[in-house]
């Protein structure tokens, strides 16, 4: 039981270029989000996911986007990077109204 | 919108000393949780201890335990018995209890363990 994992642990990107994070959990869970956390902040939500197929906006979903195709997968995908996406992301998923995070992703954009 | 606060964005405890740490949420929810999550340097986000708003007894998971005042809309997380591993960001968050809630979290404070 790995628990959430995230895929790749660090990135640099260069401004315009484009990537997609992926987040897997073994556990069954329905619920899934991805969050961002700037220096001297706490984690802010992006994108979240009530179950397989289904996608919803946080609070700074712009310049993001997810897919949620199979239940145990969700990914944040990155079109166009700017530098102010620069940050750590965390993907979690949900059981009985806790969130269980992942190590997080390092990511700059440059 | 619901708010969480954390005053203190540093503390710092001798070894084996207790430490108190604040938060305040703002909610007109009436059925929420509360959780305090600690992360490292490793960035691993690891959850502490968790509170549901309908208990009136204080969650306790082992030298952790809080001090949930909901009429005050605060919740203090205690550490007893401090320990060097104990040394992390600490964050207090707060989710509705409905469904794909997601959580809101205040913005830290950093624990420092002196030995």
């Known amino acids: 039981n790995a628990g959430v994992t995230q895929t790749p642990k660090f990135r640099v990107l260069k401004t315009g270029q484009s990537m997609t994070l992926l987040c897997a959990q073994d556990?069954?869970?329905?619920?899934m989000y991805w969050y961002r956390q700037d220096p001297g902040m706490g984690l802010r939500l992006i994108h979240y996911?009530?179950?397989?197929?289904?996608?919803a906006k946080g609070e700074v979903p712009d310049g993001y986007n997810v897919s949620r195709l199979k239940k145990q997968n969700f990914l944040l995908g990155l079109e166009s990077a700017a530098p102010s996406q620069t940050s750590v992301y965390f993907c979690?998923?949900?059981?009985?109204?806790?969130?269980?995070f992942g190590p997080g992703t390092r990511l700059t954009v440059l | 919108a619901q708010t969480v606060t954390q005053s203190q964005p540093e503390m710092s405890v001798q070894e084996a000393e207790t430490v108190t740490l604040s938060c305040t949420y703002d909610?007109?929810?009436?059925?929420?949780?509360l959780f305090w999550y600690k992360q490292p340097p490793s960035r691993q986000m690891i959850l502490v201890i968790r509170?549901?708003?309908?208990?009136?007894q204080n969650a306790t998971e082992n030298r952790f335990s809080v001090n949930f005042q909901k009429a005050a809309k605060s919740f203090s997380l205690k550490i007893s018995d401090s320990q060097l591993g104990d040394a992390a960001m600490y964050f207090c968050?707060?989710?509705?209890?409905?469904?794909?809630?997601?959580?809101?979290f205040g913005e830290g404070t950093q624990l420092t363990v002196n030995p």
């Open positions: 979690a998923s949900r059981f009985a109204d806790t969130q269980y």
């Open positions: 556990m069954n869970h329905e619920y």
């Open positions: 996911s009530v179950g397989e197929g289904t996608t």
């Open positions: 909610t007109s929810e009436s059925d929420y949780y």
């Open positions: 509170q549901e708003a309908y208990k009136q």
């Open positions: 968050a707060y989710t509705r209890r409905t469904s794909g809630s997601r959580l809101t």
